[in-house]
């Protein structure tokens, strides 16, 4: 079976908080668990291969979501292995919520469903 390395991601999350201070993932030592979800004005996706970034703006009172969704493709034919990345940035608040899901090729879905993709 011919094995694909993983491929790195094509994004990168990045945090604006309502004081203007930038907190990105790369800095963030427990993930998006160290974010103050309270204090989030812009949840971003900020381009690491050349491709546009995305950005939803976090009203108040709402708490931001991120997630990545990875799945592998195989090919019994082939026996390639092929490797996908789903990016979520949204938020959610009571019964309201906006999710903003970018695929790797960035194309997007806009939904206020979490189970759409």
Same mark, same amino acid.
């Given at each position: 079976?011919?094995?694909?390395?993983?491929?790195?991601?094509?994004?990168?999350?990045?945090?604006?908080?309502?004081?203007?201070?930038?907190?990105?993932?790369?800095?963030?030592?427990?993930?998006?668990?160290?974010?103050?979800?309270?204090?989030?004005?812009?949840?971003?996706?900020?381009?690491?291969?050349? #491709?546009?970034?995305?950005?939803?703006?976090?009203?108040?009172? !709402? %708490?931001p979501v @991120?997630?990545?969704?990875? $799945?592998?493709? &195989?090919?019994?034919?082939?026996?390639?292995?092929?490797?996908?990345? #789903?990016?979520?940035?949204?938020?959610?608040?009571?019964?309201? !919520? %906006?999710?903003? @899901?970018?695929?790797?090729? $960035?194309?997007? &879905?806009?939904?206020?469903?979490?189970?759409?993709?």
């Amino acid at each position: 079976m011919k094995i694909q390395n993983r491929v790195e991601d094509v994004y990168q999350w990045c945090v604006v908080y309502r004081n203007d201070v930038l907190l990105h993932e790369e800095d963030a030592t427990q993930g998006f668990a160290s974010v103050k979800q309270e204090q989030v004005k812009l949840l971003s996706l900020l381009s690491l291969a050349g #491709v546009p970034s995305h950005h939803v703006a976090i009203p108040s009172c !709402a %708490t931001p979501v @991120f997630f990545r969704r990875r $799945s592998i493709e &195989l090919n019994p034919n082939t026996n390639e292995e092929a490797y996908k990345t #789903v990016h979520c940035i949204g938020w959610k608040r009571g019964d309201e !919520a %906006t999710y903003l @899901f970018v695929f790797d090729g $960035s194309s997007t &879905l806009l939904t206020d469903n979490l189970q759409a993709v």
